[in-house]
């Protein structure tokens, strides 16, 4: 099945902490850290594991990576779990698809895939779909969706404009 996208938009620098084995109640501690600290989440993922535990991704800014590191850091330390990880040096796409499918995932991340763009991580929804890529390939990631997914030539800028904050 042949996909059409709308439009890309890329995101401002990220960085992704990934903590894993996490009890319900250490999960509440964290998002109770970083909630405290008014960290933004450009995305939150929560995932479970086979021992029943939980592995839990959040991708904040950039300048916000450091302060949310330690947060996990301390989260994990206080549970009892190992130290988290952390991947800086990432953008978002959030690509817009045309008409219905849900093979588009797929589709996207095999594009990106024999271009040899690596995918850190994925989301979609009905209306979008977000991936996270090095900042390094982040052009070319776009460059390559525009060409195979058929953006048009008019769509709007693919740089965010409007920043995403939690108001005071």
Same mark, same amino acid.
Request: proline share 5%.
């Given at each position: 099945m042949?996909? =059409?996208?709308?439009?890309?938009?890329m995101?401002?620098p990220? &960085?992704?902490?990934?903590?894993?084995?996490?009890?319900? =109640?250490?999960?509440?501690?964290l998002?109770?850290?970083? &909630?405290?600290?008014?960290? @933004?989440?450009?995305?939150?993922a929560?995932?479970?594991?086979l021992?029943?535990?939980?592995?839990?991704?959040?991708?904040?800014?950039?300048?916000?990576?450091? =302060?949310?590191? =330690?947060? &996990?850091?301390?989260?994990?330390?206080?549970?009892?779990?190992?130290?988290?990880?952390?991947i800086?040096?990432?953008?978002?796409?959030?690509?817009y698809?045309?008409?219905?499918?849900?093979?588009?995932?797929?589709?996207?991340?095999?594009v990106?895939?024999?271009?040899?763009?690596?995918?850190?991580?994925?989301?979609?929804?009905?209306?979008s779909?977000?991936?996270l890529?090095?900042?390094?390939?982040?052009?070319q990631?776009?460059?390559?969706?525009?060409?195979?997914? @058929?953006?048009?030539?008019?769509?709007?800028?693919?740089?965010?404009?409007?920043?995403?904050?939690?108001?005071?």
């Amino acid at each position: 099945m042949a996909y =059409t996208i709308r439009g890309i938009k890329m995101s401002d620098p990220l &960085a992704l902490i990934r903590i894993c084995g996490l009890s319900q =109640t250490a999960a509440a501690d964290l998002f109770g850290r970083v &909630a405290e600290k008014r960290i @933004n989440l450009a995305l939150a993922a929560q995932k479970r594991l086979l021992d029943r535990s939980l592995e839990i991704s959040l991708c904040v800014g950039a300048g916000q990576a450091m =302060t949310a590191y =330690t947060l &996990a850091a301390k989260a994990a330390q206080a549970h009892g779990l190992d130290e988290p990880g952390l991947i800086q040096g990432l953008v978002s796409l959030t690509v817009y698809p045309r008409g219905k499918g849900l093979g588009f995932p797929l589709a996207l991340e095999a594009v990106l895939c024999q271009a040899g763009v690596k995918c850190v991580g994925l989301s979609s929804s009905l209306s979008s779909c977000v991936v996270l890529v090095s900042s390094a390939q982040a052009d070319q990631a776009a460059r390559v969706l525009a060409k195979e997914f @058929n953006l048009p030539v008019h769509a709007s800028p693919k740089e965010a404009r409007v920043p995403v904050v939690q108001a005071p």
